[in-house]
């Protein structure tokens, strides 16, 4: 069973720091991953798409890898904002009965302080 | 037009009653999803339609009732909920090719009494 996993739970940083935020998956045999944000009681704002074929994406100060040998990804954010202040999440999508979706982890908070 | 729809935004309803959640794109895309999502947690997957069959069913109670009248809407037929069906049901779509981006919609916030 593919499970996926983001540490920490929860990042607090001041303004203007370069970011990192981890994602690990059991199962190698993924067919994309998505990054996406969710502001409090809202819905998911998609960041970036990653295809198994491909090693990493850009959008303006973000930037995702991945890694499939190794069950990782990472989201990079550069020169962060308070307006980054979010629940991260990313998710792997895999198929299933010939169908196809996605697995999310539990997401990880972040706080920029200004 | 690049944005998923749902309707109504907050639902409240007894356990006796049947209410329904709507959602619509106009993206072109081929696939739409229901996902429930609780406090603090990650969106679970409900449903999957694709080209308006249903795909997936991640075992679901009876309850929820998926439709897809078109290949732009998606609805969720609500009847005999119970109170630990609260959360907020999120809807997303995507093209279901290779590039199988799903984008979501603002969610509906449900309240079961």
């Known amino acids: 069973k593919q499970e996926v996993t983001q540490i920490p739970a929860a990042l607090s940083v001041p303004e203007g720091e370069n970011l990192v935020l981890n994602c690990s998956f059991t199962?190698?045999?993924?067919?994309?991953l998505q990054w996406f944000r969710q502001d409090p009681g809202k819905g998911l704002t998609s960041l970036l798409l990653i295809q198994s074929s491909q090693r990493e994406q850009t959008s303006g100060r973000l930037n995702a890898s991945l890694d499939k040998s190794s069950g990782r990804s990472t989201l990079y954010i550069a020169a962060s904002q308070p307006g980054d202040s979010a629940t991260y999440l990313c998710?792997?999508?895999?198929?299933?009965?010939?169908?196809?979706?996605?697995?999310f982890g539990k997401g990880m908070k972040l706080t920029v302080n200004p | 037009d690049t944005e998923v729809t749902q309707t109504p935004k907050h639902l409240v309803m007894g356990m006796t009653n049947k209410k329904s959640l709507k959602c619509e794109q106009h993206?072109?895309?081929?696939?739409m999803y229901w996902y429930k999502q609780k406090a603090k947690k990650p969106p679970e997957l409900m449903f999957v339609?694709?080209?308006?069959?249903?795909?997936i069913n991640e075992s679901v109670p009876s309850r929820f009732s998926p439709e897809c009248p078109n290949s732009s809407l998606l609805n969720l037929h609500l009847h005999a909920l119970q109170p630990e069906d609260s959360a907020l049901y999120l809807c997303?779509?995507?093209?279901?090719?290779?590039?199988?981006?799903?984008?979501f919609g603002p969610g509906t916030r449900l309240t079961v009494l």
């Open positions: 998710a792997v999508e895999l198929t299933q009965g010939g169908s196809e979706k996605l697995v």
């Open positions: 339609y694709s080209y308006e069959k249903l795909s």
């Open positions: 993206m072109g895309h081929r696939a």
């Open positions: 997303a779509s995507s093209r279901w090719d290779r590039n199988n981006e799903q984008f």
């Open positions: 199962d190698s045999a993924i067919y994309n």
